[in-house]
């Protein structure tokens, strides 16, 4: 069985970075593409940004510049580097990854932007 395990959520200020991490665990196959969601309250979720195995990232427009996504393919883990925060960033962000049998998702780890 497939499982996603996020890590590295938290509180900081606006202006502040955070780190979160996902490590995939239990897929026979190779993750064709590993990336991040978020949804904040009252809100539909959305993209943030995804990685493929062999390519270039994809970011939503709104971080651009500000966060960076970057995967380990070998140990099946992906990263996002988030700096200059924002209050408007806060929302649960979940880990997902899609390989040859499905989509996955992680439980979610919340992250609260304070202004």
């Known amino acids: 069985q497939v499982s996603l395990v996020e890590s590295g959520g938290g509180l900081v200020q606006a202006g502040g970075s955070l780190r979160l991490s996902c490590a995939a665990s239990?897929?026979?196959?190779?993750?064709?593409?590993m990336g991040w969601y978020r949804q904040a309250p009252g809100k539909q979720r959305e993209l943030v940004a995804t990685?493929?195995?062999?390519?270039?990232?994809n970011y939503a427009d709104s971080v651009k510049g500000r966060f960076t996504i970057s995967r380990d393919n070998a140990a099946n883990t992906v990263d996002l580097q988030m700096n200059n925060l924002k209050p408007e960033d806060t929302a649960v962000y979940y880990c997902?990854?899609?390989?040859?049998?499905?989509?996955?998702w992680g439980r979610g780890t919340q992250v609260t932007v304070s202004s």
């Open positions: 997902n990854a899609v390989n040859g049998l499905g989509q996955y």
């Open positions: 239990g897929s026979r196959f190779s993750m064709n593409v």
């Open positions: 990685i493929i195995t062999h390519g270039s990232p």
